[in-house]
């Protein structure tokens, strides 16, 4: 037997491939959403255990690695079921995998790179996985540093168009600036949903360079409503800071509407402005950046 610790709880792991799991994870599942209205399941460590061979000779498996296609199972018979009861209904899972997207509407990715590294990179690579960042604040540390982290993961967190994880527990242990940080992320995010929700994330296309400590996430919406975001962190909020951006990456939605020739900026403190730019060298765009540490450039959209 497998066993794992969680603070003072030891569990033993169960095999996913048998029967009989399975028809105790389907059952819970099925039975939260008819008897208590949930929307939602989420399947912890799914897409995050390793997967451990199995030799019981009892189990209903024909195979010792069976592991992923007994947890396909349980998601696919999980969501036509609850989807049945309430055709909103969605699973998401801890961490991420591709042979399991097809059922899934989230993935839990945790909120650090000693555990995940590629979010950009998985993002990129499919953009219609929504990923669901933990932005809670670090246990493990204080003061500055714990705000500082806490900044660079709802930040993070915003570029790659996230859901927040955000236990409502940990907000009262909040200090009156990481507070005030968070409520105004919180509203940007949800600001940012149409986006988010209909465009596709680009991650660096267009961007040809930046200042030192600028990060920039492009996203591009097509069909009705054009259009091209910048999603840029600013994080020290450094005065003259910049980025410079290809020109035929936002020329496009320039010649459809030729009224779009500046930026639309929308900072994380929820104002609106014109963004002027000037005539473009070399086929490139310089866009002069305000002290925020978060905003939004774009052109062809309402944000």
């Known amino acids: 037997m497998y066993h794992e610790t969680y603070g003072p709880h030891e569990f033993v792991v169960l095999c996913p491939s048998n029967q009989a799991w399975q028809r105790r994870l ?10 208590y209205g949930a929307t939602g399941i989420y399947l912890d460590q799914l897409g995050s255990a390793e997967p451990f061979a199995c030799f019981d000779p009892e189990h209903s498996h024909t195979d010792i690695g069976l592991f992923n296609q007994g947890y396909m199972r349980v998601l696919d018979e999980v969501l036509t079921k609850i989807r049945a009861i309430n055709p909103r209904a969605f699973l998401m899972i801890e961490n991420c995998g591709d042979v399991y997207g097809s059922w899934v509407w ?7 790179e000693d555990y995940d590294e590629f979010y950009n990179m998985y993002k990129y690579t499919f953009p219609e996985y929504v990923q669901v960042n933990m932005v809670n604040p670090r246990r493990n540390l204080e003061g500055e540093a714990r705000e500082a982290r806490l900044h660079a993961d709802l930040n993070r967190a915003l570029m790659l168009g996230s859901v927040f994880w955000l236990g409502m527990d940990k907000v009262t242990s909040l200090s009156e600036s990481e507070r005030a940080y968070v409520d105004a992320a919180v509203a940007l995010r949800a600001r940012l949903t149409p986006l988010f929700g209909g465009g596709v994330f680009a991650d660096s296309e267009g961007v040809v360079a930046c200042s030192s400590g600028v990060k920039v996430a492009a996203w591009r919406v097509s069909g009705c409503g054009n259009g091209v975001a910048y999603v840029v962190v600013n994080a020290s909020r450094a005065k003259g800071a910049w980025i410079e951006l290809a020109l035929d990456a936002v020329d496009a939605v320039s010649a459809a509407d030729p009224g779009t020739t500046d930026f639309t900026l929308l900072g994380i403190d929820g104002t609106t402005s014109r963004l002027p730019v000037g005539e473009p060298a070399c086929d490139v765009i310089r866009v002069e950046l305000p002290e925020c540490e978060v905003c939004v450039l774009s052109r062809g959209l309402a944000l």
Not at 26 to 35: E, L
Not at 106 to 112: Q, V
Request: charged share 10%.
């Open 26 to 35: 389907i059952d819970a599942a099925v039975w939260m959403v008819r008897s």
């Open 106 to 112: 989230g993935n839990l990715t945790w909120n650090g």
